[in-house]
């Protein structure tokens, strides 16, 4: 999709929550701008890549993650369609490269915008950078959020919280204890230990990347004490 007109109604589409008219500084940016398809489970970037291109995903999913010392994957947050990623925005603006990956969870589409030519929009059109800022701020909530989530709740309202939130309608969850763990941000063995600790109380049964939830009003009142 490389025609000016293309991008700028895919431009439009991911703001149309808050429209901000697409001035000569944004069009000329969009013009600079090339959309990339990516497959799922694809690695966009790794911890110490140059970061040279503002991202915009307009479909799909991208997880966002650091690597601790220890070598457990702790999720920072998702970039959905409609969104930018905040460290990529950050570190453009830093001119610093990534401290973590971000890894495709389905084919994602992106408006890919050369750092030169974000740079030279960010100066000069006010309706882009109320759409960068907007952004920052509402990334760096949601990681406070996620920050007070680990320090102040325990870890079974945690995974109670999650369980729920990943349920299907026949109350199955469809999952790895290590993805739990990365979502909630400790190690898998700890969330197999508390996952267990669920099991001998009868509101969940383990198998093989599958949890099925037994007693879900139980798991809730788990979930909403914390």
């Known amino acids: 999709m490389d025609d000016l007109d293309d991008?700028?109604?895919?431009?439009?589409?991911?703001?149309?929550?808050?429209?901000?008219?697409?001035?000569?500084?944004?069009?000329?940016?969009?013009?600079a701008a090339r959309v990339a398809t990516v497959p799922a489970g694809t690695a966009v970037f790794h911890p110490h890549d140059r970061c040279d291109h503002y991202l915009l995903v307009t479909e799909g999913k991208v997880k966002v993650s650091l690597i601790t010392a220890g070598g457990h994957?702790?999720?920072?947050?998702?970039?959905?369609?409609?969104?930018?990623?905040?460290?990529?925005?950050?570190?453009l603006m830093a001119s610093q490269p990534y401290p973590a990956e971000g890894v495709t969870e389905t084919t994602v589409?992106?408006?890919?915008?050369?750092?030169?030519?974000f740079d030279k929009a960010l100066a000069s059109s006010d309706g882009f950078r109320q759409i960068v800022f907007s952004h920052l701020?509402?990334?760096?909530?949601?990681?406070?959020?996620?920050?007070?989530?680990?320090?102040?709740?325990?870890?079974?309202?945690?995974i109670a919280n999650e369980l729920l939130r990943r349920m299907?309608?026949?109350?199955h969850v469809a999952t790895t204890h290590?993805?739990?763990?990365?979502?909630?941000?400790t190690s898998r063995e700890v969330?197999?230990?508390?996952?267990?600790?669920?099991?001998?109380?009868?509101?969940?049964?383990?198998?093989?990347g599958r949890i099925d939830i037994l007693d879900a009003t139980a798991l809730q009142a788990i979930a909403e004490d914390g």
Do not use: N
Not at 75 to 80: A, F
Not at 109 to 117: Q, S
Not at 168 to 171: E, K, S
Not at 178 to 185: K, M, S, V
């Open 7 to 31: 991008k700028i109604r895919l431009w439009e589409t991911q703001h149309c929550t808050a429209p901000v008219a697409v001035d000569a500084a944004t069009r000329e940016m969009l013009r």
């Open 73 to 91: 994957e702790l999720l920072l947050y998702r970039v959905e369609a409609g969104e930018s990623c905040v460290l990529t925005t950050t570190c």
């Open 109 to 117: 589409t992106a408006l890919m915008i050369p750092k030169a030519a």
């Open 137 to 158: 701020s509402h990334r760096f909530a949601d990681i406070i959020g996620r920050i007070e989530a680990v320090k102040y709740s325990d870890l079974d309202t945690r």
């Open 168 to 171: 299907d309608t026949a109350q």
């Open 178 to 185: 290590q993805a739990l763990a990365t979502e909630i941000g």
């Open 191 to 208: 969330v197999s230990r508390h996952l267990k600790g669920l099991e001998r109380r009868d509101l969940i049964r383990l198998g093989r």
